[in-house]
């Protein structure tokens, strides 16, 4: 007996009216719907998080455009196997070249692509889950066109799981009962492939009558997840919990928040953005270093995405919880506002506005300023404030700072000469 190929395989669609997501490029009036009816499209990048229909717009693309159609991975193909398919496209016309995870290639093999390319003796799509900016070498992506797949909603994978139910040969004898969704979209993390295999999955285990709730997909996964709903009160509940966890220096809280957030499919740059946010807030200058890792863990994130940016995450957030915490940047720049919205727009001292011209000099623009390196410690204690405020303190130094961490604090001031 041939056994049949996987519920994700069964169902890939063959149309773009079939795809479920992507309007933005498949559907009605798009960009890429509109290139592929009229037969001619450009090489292209596709770049997206996985299961998203990279590949199955690829397939899409040559069988509408009844061209032939070659692929290639790169994680098992290098230069050799692209010159094959090039030698090949030479004694044809119309050759479409895909290569899947194509920033696997090196610059090597990516610049074998080119002449073929610019010529048009291929026209290349490849697929990433990666940053193109950064992984596709800068020749090879101005020539080509890059469409950007977004991740699968909730709305999209439950209709993709009514649509099995309903239209699978195999799933649609069975009776077939989708009470609940939740934990299906959880486990999956937006990726359609994973999902309808993990529906396969949970539908053989039932039999033919399956009632499909949480606790048993949970069960037959074996995989006891936290259910977290993005958008809902535990959405704020558990960052909230995240971010006093750390103000609070607790590591071991802070990752377990941390964990919560990342099995339930939070935004990886939401995460990082609120730990870019509380460097500044709770720790500023009780260590500047903070902010630099924050801003780091940002940019690294952005890059990667999960599962591997967990680890980035982990270490941002234990360095914060265990970092020294001041909020006197905070304090400050609030007081400083409140003082701009009660007095308005103050008049600058004389002494030190800018006077570029004879006019200004004569009226006084300047005059009396004493420039700071002429003193001791390079320090002129004159005031800066308007006249109105003169004197107020928005910051104070070592505000929130533990005893031993002002001293450090005062410490480091007066060795670089600064006074407060």
Not at 63 to 89: C, D, M, W
Not at 388 to 413: C, Y
Request: with cysteine.
């Amino acid at each position: 007996m041939t056994s049949l190929p996987p519920l994700a395989e069964r169902l890939r669609p063959t149309t773009l009216d079939e795809l479920v997501g992507q309007q933005h490029l498949t559907g009605k009036g798009s960009i890429l719907r509109t290139a592929i009816e009229h037969g001619k499209i450009p090489s292209m990048i596709l770049w997206g998080p996985p299961g998203v229909g990279k590949t199955t717009i690829a397939n899409i693309i040559a069988q509408t455009l009844q061209v032939p159609f070659y692929t290639l991975s790169a994680i098992s193909s290098g230069v050799k196997e692209v010159r094959e398919v090039i030698e090949l496209a030479k004694k044809q016309s119309n050759v479409i070249l895909f290569i899947d995870e194509i920033h696997r290639f090196n610059k090597g093999q990516q610049d074998a692509l080119l002449g073929a390319v610019e010529k048009g003796i291929i026209t290349l799509i490849g697929a990433t889950t990666e940053n193109p900016s950064f992984e596709v070498n800068s020749a090879l992506l101005s020539r080509t066109q890059v469409y950007i797949l977004k991740a699968l909603d909730e709305k999209d994978l439950i209709t993709l799981l009514q649509h099995a139910i309903s239209n699978d040969e195999v799933l649609k004898i069975k009776k077939i009962e989708l009470k609940e969704t939740e934990a299906l979209i959880n486990i999956s993390g937006g990726d359609a492939r994973k999902l309808l295999n993990l529906l396969e999955l949970v539908t053989d285990a039932l039999g033919s009558k399956a009632l499909i709730t949480d606790e048993t997909v949970m069960e037959i996964a074996q995989q006891r997840i936290a259910l977290y709903d993005k958008k809902g009160e535990q959405h704020y509940d558990i960052i909230s919990a995240f971010i006093k966890s750390i103000r609070g220096s607790d590591p071991n809280a802070a990752v377990y928040y941390l964990a919560r957030m990342i099995e339930g499919g939070e935004d990886v740059k939401f995460i990082a953005r609120r730990m870019l946010i509380l460097a500044s807030e709770d720790i500023g200058n009780a260590n500047p270093n903070a902010l630099l890792l924050a801003n780091a863990t940002f940019d690294a994130v952005n890059k990667i995405g999960y599962p591997e940016s967990q680890l980035i995450l982990s270490q941002c957030a234990i360095y914060l919880a265990s970092s020294a915490k001041s909020n006197a940047a905070t304090v400050a720049i609030g007081a400083a506002m409140s003082a701009v919205k009660q007095h308005g727009d103050l008049p600058v001292p004389l002494h030190i506005r800018n006077a570029p011209t004879k006019l200004m000099k004569k009226e006084g623009y300047g005059k009396g300023y004493e420039y700071s390196h002429n003193y001791e410690n390079n320090f002129s204690p004159q005031e800066y404030l308007p006249d109105a405020i003169s004197g107020t303190a928005f910051f104070e130094p070592g505000k929130n700072l533990r005893e031993d961490e002002l001293r450090k604090f005062l410490k480091m001031l007066w060795k670089d000469k600064y006074r407060y």
